[in-house]
């Protein structure tokens, strides 16, 4: 029912900004929190920042302090801004728009992006 869509990836050189951009469409009943995550070469699929429509907030820890989440609902969009690039922050960044409760104790992602590509690269 919710279609998601990521955009504002690229090459950015260490030390660098992105933004990016998590846009959804189609029915949102029921949808409260987007995810953002990414998924490194040979790594796993990590969590890197979650929002709520009310107005809770998470960061893990690698970037917590380079990395802020914004929204803006009345354009259905969830911003990344990504600051101090570094080479390990190369990944496809994936958005995904689901459900957030109860300090994440209830969590699910019912739609996802295809994703954005960021390379940090000298």
């Known amino acids: 029912q919710v279609q998601v869509m990521e955009s504002g990836g690229g090459l950015v050189q260490p030390g660098g900004s992105l933004r990016l951009s998590c846009t959804t469409s189609?029915?949102?009943?029921?949808?409260?929190?987007i995810y953002w995550y990414r998924q490194a070469p040979r790594q796993q699929r990590e969590v890197v920042a979650i929002s709520t429509t009310g107005g809770v907030i998470r960061y893990a820890d690698f970037v917590r302090g380079r990395f802020t989440v914004s929204r803006d609902d009345s354009k259905n969009t969830v911003y990344l801004q990504m600051n101090n690039l570094q080479f390990s922050d190369t990944a496809v960044y994936l958005c995904g728009a689901g459900i957030y409760y109860s300090g994440g104790t209830i969590r699910r992602i019912d739609s996802w992006g295809r994703g954005t590509q960021v390379t940090v690269s000298s």
């Open positions: 189609g029915s949102l009943n029921g949808i409260n929190a």
